[in-house]
Antibody, heavy 122, light 108 residues
Framework: EVQLVESGGALAQPGGSLRLSCAASGFTFSTYVMNWVRQAPGKGLEWISYINTDGHTIYYADSVKGRFTISRDNAKNSLYLQMNSLRDEDTAVYYC???????????????WGRGTLVTVSS | EIVLTQSPGTLSLSPGERATLSCRADQSVSSTYLAWYQHKPGQAPRLLISGVSSRATGIPDRFSGSGSGTDFTLSISRLEPEDFAVYYCQQYGGPPLTFGGGTKVEIK
């Protein structure tokens, strides 16, 4: 089955850190650009990060730049998001999302996971 | 950054009725770089439309997209029970990618 499964969401304190993972299965993960998208409670979707197939081209939204780091391990079919210096406003469900285009990004997403909840609170 | 505003926030309709959802950008969207997604609680978002009007694989033809420049529309010709959900538009002219705030289509 083609799917993405996120994990690692938890309760964290402001200023703390978390590492999210996204396990891919049913497709050739190494040939797809990947992204992280989040949804804060009662809010819409927010794109936060992009990584190309070899991990050498990365983009971040301004809201997380300098605090979050996206990475991938193609041998393990996994995508990661290291989240540091967490703030209350980082509370959200975090989704990993596959780019439609494969190696050449189309910048829209044809496969999403169900998400993992991150709560930042003291 | 392109800001997308969706309206209405909530649409209350009955099965079989037509739904018309609006997505307005504060500046012109590059080429046809606009997509629509359906999202149900606890589920993964689902791609419906890309390139303003191209349905994704497996999407029924009751879903259609139209528009250009700054004004875009998603139409659902006859609502089925499984269509009640939240719908998001997304522009993808390059980073930062942005989404609209969503329109909830609820059962009247």
């Amino acid at each position: 089955e083609v799917q993405l499964v996120e994990s690692g969401g938890a309760l964290a304190q402001p200023g703390g850190s978390l590492r999210l993972s996204c396990a891919a299965s049913g497709f050739t993960f190494s040939t797809y650009v990947m992204n992280w998208v989040r949804q804060a409670p009662g809010k819409g979707l927010e794109w936060i990060s992009y990584i190309n197939t070899d991990g050498h081209t990365i983009y971040y939204a301004d809201s997380v730049k300098g605090r979050f780091t996206i990475s991938r391990d193609n041998a393990k079919n996994s995508l990661y998001l290291q989240m540091n210096s967490l703030r209350d406003e980082d509370t959200a469900v975090y989704y990993c999302a596959r780019d439609f285009g494969g190696q050449a990004p189309y910048w829209y997403f044809d496969l999403w996971g169900r998400g993992t909840l991150v709560t930042v609170s003291s | 950054e392109i800001v997308l505003t969706q309206s209405p926030g909530t649409l209350s309709l009955s099965p079989g009725e037509r739904a018309t959802l609006s997505c307005r950008a504060d500046q012109s969207v590059s080429s046809t770089y606009l997509a629509w997604y359906q999202h149900k609680p606890g589920q993964a978002p689902r791609l419906l439309i890309s390139g303003v009007s191209s349905r994704a694989t497996g999407i029924p033809d009751r879903f259609s997209g139209s528009g250009s420049g700054t004004d875009f529309t998603l139409s659902i010709s006859r609502l089925e029970p499984e269509d009640f959900a939240v719908y998001y538009c997304q522009q993808y002219g390059g980073p930062p990618l942005t989404f609209g705030g969503g329109t909830k289509v609820e059962i009247k």
